[in-house]
């Protein structure tokens, strides 16, 4: 069974982010199966945190209905795995 850590704060600033690529880069260093799913629709900007090109395919198009879950998933270094975030509020809305 699958281990999921959440990390999340209403407020800006206080890291989210660097704890966020921190645990999901020692995880895929020590062997882990990782994906990291970046859900900041603020500043969404995990996938250049660990050096991962976002790619085109984002959270929201796989929330939206429009893009299959693996079409979002980029491939990062030690195996870490991530799907990008969208980063403007706007393009979840409805």
């Known amino acids: 069974m699958a281990?999921?850590?959440a990390v999340a704060s209403a407020k800006g600033g206080v890291g989210k982010t660097t704890t966020t690529a921190a645990i999901a880069?020692?995880?895929?260093?020590?062997?882990a199966d990782v994906v990291a799913v970046d859900a900041?629709?603020?500043?969404?900007?995990?996938?250049?945190?660990?050096?991962?090109?976002?790619?085109?395919?984002?959270?929201?198009?796989v929330l939206s209905g429009r893009a299959d879950p693996l079409d979002a998933v980029r491939?990062?270094?030690a195996g870490l795995r991530v799907v990008p975030g969208a980063a403007a509020p706007d393009a979840y809305a409805a």
């Open 3 to 5: 281990t999921v850590y």
């Open 25 to 31: 880069t020692i995880l895929a260093d020590a062997g």
């Open 40 to 61: 900041d629709i603020g500043m969404a900007n995990l996938a250049g945190a660990v050096g991962v090109e976002p790619g085109e395919t984002t959270l929201h198009d």
């Open 75 to 77: 491939e990062g270094p």
